[in-house]
């Protein structure tokens, strides 16, 4: 796998390794007992920039490429799924919309901070009564002078609890159906600006995933990311590089769990030698490596597209759909190897088997990556 890359994705990939190891790993297993998002270890991540990987060096991101960018989030996930998913998050669907669609003037306000990680940002779409139907939200915004007056309750928002830059999904025209969404940029500490409780979710436990609501809220009609009723087009570029990074994350997961079986393998002895000598483990092994591979190559292929400015969704919904679901079958298989072992909180496998469920819901769910790719070659 490492000859596809070159000398400085591999430099990228031992840098982000080495800091992971040394500054995540000690902690990974506690942040996600407590629920904790880990400020001490963030703050470090900020400085080596992270928080703006494929921001140009002039707005102070570190200006890498997509495979740059998918190898960082496949390494941060090897350690903590949670952290990983805040570092995709933010760079894929919070700032990579600003950078693609916000004026000179939003992009010189909100993208520095977000790129050093001085602030944090969200990508609100899920409602309670719209998500794999994202035409069907109910959020509003009318003009009232200078602002947008906007309501909105939205759900299950990654990084909510520490957001300072939100992207809202709200209609700007109710009578335009999916061509009267826009999007708005909500600032923390806003008049109706409200976090709710944090999620009690199965994994991804240090992420804190919490809704965001507006009650009344006046946000400058000049916060409004490119024009009215462009929504949806910027809604589904934002989902094209944010599914290459949920399925890098499930690569991470995947190996995590992967590299735990193997150790496993050696140490374990039954019937009087180690389990790695016995036919059956080694099949689960063989299938483990072989949709690890896979979901890598899926994920590298639809960067490398994106890196050659070419048509890359399709390819992209097949890295998330493939690598999501290898990373569930993988971490299962984990958790088998390491028999009862497996299903003790004290195993890292239990965590990396409930972190990987989730990468098949959210960026879009399986099922609705069936239907694009489906649509995309029944077109071509």
């Known amino acids: 796998m490492e000859l596809l890359l070159e000398e400085k994705h591999r430099a990228v990939r031992q840098s982000v390794r ?126 009232d002078g200078e602002d947008y007056i906007v309501n909105a309750n939205k759900v299950f928002v990654t990084n909510g609890g520490i957001a300072d830059i939100c992207l809202i999904f709200c209609r700007t025209d109710p009578s ?40 009344d809220c006046r946000i400058p009609v000049s916060n409004l990311l490119a024009t009215k009723g462009m929504g949806m087009k910027i809604g589904l570029a934002a989902l094209d590089t944010g599914r290459m990074g949920i399925a890098a994350q499930a690569v991470g997961i995947a190996q995590a769990a992967f590299e735990e079986a193997i150790r496993y393998t050696k140490q374990r002895h039954q019937f009087g030698v180690p389990i790695e000598r016995h036919q059956a483990i080694q099949t689960m092994i063989a299938d483990m490596a072989t949709q690890l591979d896979a979901s890598r190559l899926l994920v590298y292929r639809a960067a490398a597209l994106k890196d050659k400015k070419l048509p890359f969704s399709k390819e992209s919904a097949m890295a998330k759909l493939f690598a999501s679901e290898a990373a569930t079958y993988v971490t299962d298989l984990a958790v088998q190897i390491h028999g009862g072992y497996g299903y003790s909180k004290a195993y890292a496998v239990e965590r990396y088997y409930r972190d990987a469920r989730v990468t098949r819901i959210y960026e879009g769910t399986s099922e609705i990556h069936r239907m694009v790719i489906a649509k995309s070659v029944l077109k071509e």
Not at 38 to 58: N, R, S, T
Not at 96 to 121: C, D, H, T
């Open 18 to 143: 080495r800091f992971c190891d040394r500054e995540l790993r000690p902690i990974a297993a506690q942040i996600d007992q407590e629920c904790r998002f880990p400020w001490e270890v963030v703050e470090k991540m900020g400085k080596l920039g992270y928080f703006g990987i494929q921001v140009p060096k002039a707005l102070g991101g570190a200006g890498l490429d997509s495979v740059s960018y998918a190898i960082v989030i496949e390494e941060i996930s090897r350690v903590s799924a949670a952290i990983g998913l805040c570092i995709t998050v933010h760079n894929s669907v919070a700032v990579y919309p600003i950078l693609s669609f916000g004026s000179k003037e939003q992009i010189q306000k909100w993208v520095p901070p977000l790129a050093r990680g001085e602030k944090i940002g969200a990508f609100c779409l899920t409602e309670p009564n719209a998500g794999s139907d994202a035409g069907g939200i109910e959020a509003t915004a009318h003009v």
């Open 176 to 215: 335009a159906g999916a061509r009267g969404i826009s999007v708005v940029v909500a600032e923390r500490g806003t008049n109706g600006f409200v976090v709710g409780d944090l999620e009690d979710l199965c994994g991804m436990r240090a992420n804190p995933v919490c809704s965001i609501r507006l009650y």
